[in-house]
């Protein structure tokens, strides 16, 4: 029983972690981060204007 337990939590937490956008996970690489973060912009939204 304790072993469901432990691989539940451990699937669970997997779960949430992905959910995070990796521009937000402060552990992932600046480059990764910026290039999600772009991604996800709009072109208005990129503008300088």
Same mark, same amino acid.
């Given at each position: 029983?304790?072993?469901?337990?432990?691989?539940? *939590?451990?699937?669970? *937490?997997?779960?949430?972690?992905?959910?995070?956008?990796?521009y937000?996970?402060?552990?992932?690489?600046?480059?990764?981060?910026? *290039?999600?973060?772009? *991604?996800?912009m709009?072109?208005?939204?990129?503008?300088?204007?």
């Amino acid at each position: 029983m304790k072993k469901i337990a432990i691989v539940c *939590s451990v699937l669970l *937490s997997h779960l949430i972690v992905a959910q995070v956008p990796v521009y937000k996970n402060k552990t992932a690489p600046v480059e990764k981060r910026i *290039s999600d973060l772009l *991604s996800k912009m709009t072109i208005e939204a990129k503008s300088f204007n």
